[in-house]
């Protein structure tokens, strides 16, 4: 099938090379030239692992095109639109105005039947709007339909999630429309991924139902954390006995310093926002506890470092380890981690942060931080290391020589990265959210 991805981010990228890899021609489409000239290449501009082989496969293969002109687009059968939904400045819903724009700018290229998928995370209620838009617009009026199919991908994770996705939700206003989504995804059908066929408002509120589930999930537990370090309890133990519970599962249940990126925090935000305009404030208040609990972590995690340094942060050297939101991501969207560095420089602490990904991103978003290329030179003179993502390397860092390095052996682990007995073996004054009395 001939298809187009309008919008190459972190789902678009992944969602075309995907696309291409299961034998469909392929062209993504971005406005932005710095995203389109890597690609072009076969190079994602982010890190995203394994995602280079299948663009660099796809784009050699002559299945996978890039352009920054949306003509490019003219032809195809299937249409994704997979732009950013960012939260609105100013407000807790989500900004939709690239989706109108991506669709107001294919409408007068809809000359024969096709039909446009949803795949952005929207507001319930806007598939129904676009799908009123477009047949206004296009020349092939009815004959253009709309359909919501929600991606579920994880960053660090996209291409696994992409190619082996837990399920695959069709929303959808008639059988031929299903049936189209059933011809671009059969090689994922035929694997065994379930498919579940809904109406468009429950695609649509599919994705964000999940991501509010995973952000409540992971403020309940943080407030199991914060009710550990009172009750001098260990949360570490107390997830692997809530995990053991079939009915709870392992999954989600790392406390620290809170979640972070470009989807739970604006999606949990944006879902109180539209619950509001239906009418469901009062029950949506439990998301508005979500989100609070959610900021506390970063603020209980600045205040256990002011302590940790007798109250005074000026000029004392502090060592972040970390600024993605997440391990195996260079991502530093709504990242707590680098929250928490700029808010302690901003009191006038001297922050210097490592991270393995994310280094040039941080540097972007804030151009005023110190940051060192490796765990060494940013624990130099530190009086504190705060570990804030949870990165595989952080786990092996040699707790003896670090202490070496240091001015002080303080350590706050922010992720329960770190194994406390070791740390403490080795000297250290060891801190962990959620892990017993300070
Ligand atoms: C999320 C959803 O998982 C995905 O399905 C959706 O499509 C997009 O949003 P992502 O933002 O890539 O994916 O990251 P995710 O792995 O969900 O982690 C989100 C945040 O929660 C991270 O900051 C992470 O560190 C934090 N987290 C995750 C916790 O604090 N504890 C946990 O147990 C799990």
Request: aromatic share 8%.
């Given at each position: 099938m001939l298809v187009s991805v309008i919008g190459t981010g972190y789902l678009g990228a992944t969602h075309a090379a995907c696309l291409a890899a299961c034998g469909h021609d392929v062209v993504g489409v971005d406005s932005d030239p710095g995203r389109i000239e890597p690609l072009e290449h076969g190079r994602a501009p982010f890190h995203e692992p394994h995602l280079d082989e299948l663009l660099d496969r796809g784009v050699r293969a002559g299945h996978l095109r890039f352009s920054?002109?949306?003509?490019?687009?003219?032809?195809?059968?299937v249409h994704f639109l997979c732009v950013g939904t960012p939260q609105r400045t100013g407000s807790?819903?989500?900004?939709i105005s690239a989706v109108h724009a991506a669709a107001a700018a294919l409408a007068p290229l809809l000359t024969r039947p096709c039909l446009v998928v949803g795949k952005s995370t929207v507001p319930v209620g806007t598939a129904r709007e676009l799908a009123t838009r477009l047949r206004r617009d296009a020349p092939a009026g009815e004959d253009v339909h709309v359909a919501w199919n929600p991606e579920f991908l994880r960053e660090g994770h996209a291409v696994e999630d992409s190619l082996r996705p837990d399920r695959l939700v069709f929303g959808v206003e008639a059988d031929e429309d299903d049936q189209v989504l059933r011809d671009v995804y059969v090689e994922m059908i035929n694997g065994g991924v379930p498919v579940v066929r809904t109406d468009l408002a429950t695609a649509e509120l599919a994705k964000v139902s999940a991501n509010v589930m995973l952000a409540a999930r992971i403020s309940l537990v943080n407030l199991l954390a914060e009710v550990c370090e009172a009750a001098a309890a260990d949360i570490g133990d107390l997830t692997t006995v809530l995990g053991l519970d079939e009915r709870i599962?392992?999954?989600?249940l790392s406390p620290g310093v809170g979640y972070g990126g470009g989807c739970l925090p604006k999606d949990t935000r944006a879902f109180v926002a539209r619950a509001e305009e239906l009418g469901v404030a009062g029950p949506a208040a439990l998301l508005r506890d979500v989100d609070a609990i959610n900021m506390r972590q970063r603020a209980r995690t600045i205040d256990w470092t002011v302590a940790l340094l007798d109250g005074r942060v000026q000029g004392r050297r502090i060592a972040v380890l970390?600024?993605?939101?997440?391990?195996?991501?260079d991502d530093v969207r709504d990242s707590p981690a680098l929250d928490v560095a700029a808010t302690l420089q901003a009191r006038g602490a001297d922050v210097v942060v490592h991270d393995p990904k994310a280094a040039a991103n941080a540097a972007r978003a804030k151009p005023g931080l110190r940051i060192a290329d490796g765990v060494e030179a940013a624990c130099q003179g530190a009086e504190v290391v705060l570990v804030l993502t949870d990165w595989e390397e952080f786990r092996g860092i040699d707790p003896v020589s670090l202490l070496d390095v240091v001015a002080r052996p303080q350590v706050l682990d922010g992720r329960l990265t770190l194994d406390p007995h070791k740390w403490r073996a080795a000297g250290w004054d060891f801190h962990a959210l959620g892990r017993g009395a300070r």
């Open positions: 920054t002109d949306v003509h490019d687009a003219a032809g195809a059968e807790r819903a989500a900004d599962g392992p999954h989600f970390g600024a993605a939101f997440k391990a195996d991501s």
